[in-house]
């Protein structure tokens, strides 16, 4: 045989054995029927929540027992819920995690930071978003020495815009956020923009709005939230994390069971009203939710994981054909509002506190990738 021959024939068997894992692939793009119809996701009872089932809010069951198979297989999610229509119809705990676990939540806990400066915008505590930062630390005014930290606004403060640096950007900073913020650390950290010109994602910030929300009505934000938002939504607060001087964190340390993070989901879902009490405003819902910053977070997360955005302390994410609103912590935690489709979806995850870089990061992403992907393959409205 000819070394041309050899080399044709050479190349029939790689092509022929590429068709083959092509195929074997192919056969092999997600779980058997069988395998989905032995996931149990049936909510547990409890008289806190009205429940269903997938197909009885007009959800293919199929999609959500392929929901729960795949976060089996995410190795730090603790909870998963969806909610549709109002209803809890589907619920499963992992990996130690329990119906009344009460858990830091993480960043999400901006979200209920943004939800509280707007009870307070209403309750007329505050009088405008532009009221200036420096209006409610008049102890710091003496020491302020860049003179752009006065123009900074509550609103640039809710869209991170404020100017404020990302804490891990540096290990000074990254120091700071774990050994715990002060008020002063306001004239301590540098800006590193002009407030207003562009995003940059800041705990610091965050726990600012809280603050000033808090000096604001004449009180601590714990007990601010406990009047106004907690007891309204029927929820159980668990410990809440302070600050050096007593402020509690606005950006991180709120610990809360997943059951009642999907109040707070419903609350935003419905406009800011439970059970027929308006609690929070239903146009502050709307301004929250919309999109101030697009590219907002520069780092891949997943194919289905795409035009990332911020609002007043919520995310905005694309998936499929939804833009969902998402409240999202440190380790995957999520309260995804997906007002398209009348959805909620809760995930709990463990928190990695003090734990970062690229392994954390990938399981961060496991997370969020399980929500996403979900999303992705609902139906079209």
């Given at each position: 045989m000819s070394e041309k021959s050899r080399n044709f024939q050479?190349?029939?068997?790689?092509?022929?054995?590429?068709?083959?894992?092509l195929s074997m692939l192919v056969g092999c793009g997600g779980p058997s029927t069988e395998a989905l119809a032995a996931v149990d996701y049936t909510p547990l009872s409890g008289d806190d929540w009205e429940v269903s089932t997938p197909a009885e809010q007009g959800v293919d069951p199929e999609l959500v027992a392929e929901l729960y198979y795949n976060a089996a297989d995410v190795e730090t999610l603790k909870a998963l819920l969806v909610v549709k229509n109002g209803k809890l119809?589907?619920?499963?705990y992992f990996h130690g995690g329990s119906v009344g676990q009460d858990e830091r939540i993480q960043s999400v806990t901006k979200s209920y930071t943004s939800a509280l400066t707007g009870?307070?915008?209403e309750q007329g505590c505050l009088t405008?978003?532009?009221q200036k930062m420096m209006e409610f630390f008049p102890e710091l005014t003496d020491r302020i020495r860049d003179p752009r930290k006065e123009q900074i606004s509550i609103r640039q403060m809710l869209?991170?815009?404020?100017?404020?640096?990302?804490?891990?950007?540096?290990?000074?900073?990254f120091d700071l956020l774990y050994a715990g913020f002060r008020p002063s650390n306001l004239v301590d950290v540098p800006l590193v923009r002009d407030p207003g010109s562009d995003f940059d994602y800041s705990n610091l910030t965050a726990h600012l709005?809280?603050?000033?929300?808090a000096r604001s009505c004449g009180t601590d934000l714990k007990s601010f939230a406990q009047e106004y938002l907690f007891g309204p939504l029927e929820v159980e607060v668990g410990e809440w994390i302070t600050d050096w001087e007593g402020n509690?964190?606005?950006h991180g340390d709120l610990h809360f069971n997943a059951r009642d993070m999907a109040k707070f989901g419903l609350l935003y879902l419905n406009e800011g009203?439970?059970?027929g009490n308006q609690i929070v405003p239903t146009d502050w819902v709307e301004e929250s939710l919309r999109v101030y910053s697009e590219d907002a977070w520069g780092y891949r997360v997943g194919r289905n994981f795409k035009d990332i955005g911020y609002g007043y302390q919520w995310w905005s994410v694309t998936a499929g054909d939804y833009q969902y609103n998402l409240a999202w912590g440190h380790g995957g935690q999520q309260i995804a509002v997906v007002d398209g489709y009348d959805m909620v979806i809760v995930v709990k995850a463990d928190p990695l506190f003090g734990d970062h870089g690229d392994t954390p990061w990938k399981r961060e992403k496991e997370n969020l990738n399980v929500v996403a992907d979900f999303i992705s393959s609902l139906p079209g409205e």
């Open positions: 050479y190349a029939l068997l790689l092509y022929a054995g590429i068709i083959f894992v119809i589907a619920e499963k009870i307070a915008l405008s978003l532009d869209q991170m815009r404020a100017g404020y640096p990302w804490e891990e950007s540096s290990g000074e900073l709005v809280g603050v000033v929300t509690y964190n606005g009203s439970y059970k």
